[in-house]
């Protein structure tokens, strides 16, 4: 298969591996390749299990008759990284060590670039990440603490929340940039952001303990009760950083992290669950209260993204607690693989230049 518009999209998770095949725009082919625990356990960190996802999707090429050699580009997952403003980056030597050394962090998503970056140089053809988690476009004011020495930091899903505004700003006949609008990812994580005229001007910290509680984390907390749970001594840091992320939220009410499966429960008049499901809901609205704030009150619309968009109880809540400040748009589950492509597309087809990578 010859096609200059051939881009292999490489998205790595913590239990499995997004593969797509995309013709300029157009998809081809996918598959989520799922890995057991038995698969994983013989890793002591992400890292170690380059080769073996790397040998994963060489047999998948091979299986589905593609060859690399007829690839333009490679679209990758962007990992932790400093921040940066958002856009294209081809990957480099500096990225890769920055995503290997998990200098600002350890993801799953480090090991695209990585594999990424192996597979352009076997086969020389460019690889590309795009709009990282670690995407900062905060204004000053917005970076600012009640503690000297803790600043805020903007992390979140800077991939499908800059895809989906521009699907949005679309919908309701204006260009990104020109749109004031207040997304709402809503997935394993929830990230709300401001959108300004094509800036995320603010944005809570999905990852690490800031905003709505979620199916795994833990949100923003009450500070001087996190304090005394970390030195009660009954818990090590790593033990309270996954209480922040991965132990956190709704998982760590009724151990399950299936958002699906509590609100089915919530719905068959479980208390417990619907009280849980619903505080969710009631802390994402507050959230896009703040939002609207940052804005001035100025937003053309409220969208809601991610796998729990999907759920219409939930998007019909937070349109009861939110749409008097603006139409709610709901664009369900996450186009991650679809804006990978897209933007590595748009680099080899001279629509856009990818920026440079550089070291802090």
């Not at 992400?46 to 040998?55: L, P």
């Not at 299986?63 to 921040?83: E, M, W």
């Not at 309701?172 to 952001?193: D, Q």
Request: glycine fraction near 8%; include cysteine.
């Amino acid at each position: 298969m010859s096609n200059e518009n051939l881009i292999f999209v490489i998205n790595p998770g913590s239990t499995s591996t997004k593969v797509a095949v995309f013709s300029g725009n157009d998809e081809l082919d996918n598959e989520n390749i799922q890995h057991s625990v038995e698969d994983l356990k013989g890793f002591s960190n992400i890292i170690e299990q380059y080769v073996f996802r790397k040998e994963i999707l060489l047999q998948w090429l091979k299986k589905h008759h593609y060859n690399l050699n007829d690839f333009s580009a490679i679209a990758c997952r962007g990992g932790l990284l400093h921040p940066l403003p958002s856009g294209v980056y081809k990957v480099s030597p500096t990225l890769v060590n920055d995503l290997k050394t998990c200098r600002y962090g350890s993801h799953a998503s480090n090991l695209a670039a990585i594999i990424g970056f192996d597979l352009s140089k076997e086969f020389d053809i460019p690889a590309y990440i795009a709009n990282p988690v670690t995407v900062d476009e905060m204004i000053p004011v917005a970076r600012y603490s009640g503690l000297k020495g803790i600043q805020r930091k903007s992390i979140f899903h800077a991939l499908n929340q800059k895809y989906i505004a521009q699907k949005a700003a679309k919908d309701i006949g204006k260009k990104y940039h020109e749109a004031n609008l207040i997304v709402v990812h809503l997935g394993g994580g929830i990230s709300v952001g401001a959108h300004k005229q094509g800036k995320v001007v603010d944005v809570n910290n999905a990852l690490n303990g800031e905003g709505p509680y979620s199916a795994e984390r833990s949100g923003t907390l009450p500070s001087l009760s996190l304090l005394k749970l970390c030195f009660s001594g009954k818990y090590t840091k790593e033990e309270m950083m996954k209480k922040l992320a991965g132990q956190g939220g709704m998982v760590s009410h009724v151990n399950s992290n299936n958002a699906k499966t509590i609100e089915d429960k919530a719905m068959e008049g479980d208390k417990q669950h619907k009280l849980l499901f619903d505080g969710m809901i009631y802390q994402t609205a507050k959230i896009i209260g703040e939002m609207s704030a940052v804005l001035s009150g100025d937003v053309d619309a409220i969208v809601l993204t991610g796998g729990m968009a999907r759920s219409k109880y939930l998007a019909n809540e937070i349109g009861d607690y939110t749409s008097y400040i603006a139409p709610i748009k709901v664009f369900p589950g996450e186009d991650e693989m679809a804006a990978l492509a897209e933007n590595a597309f748009s680099v080899i087809s001279g629509e856009s230049e990818a920026f440079s990578y550089k070291e802090i």
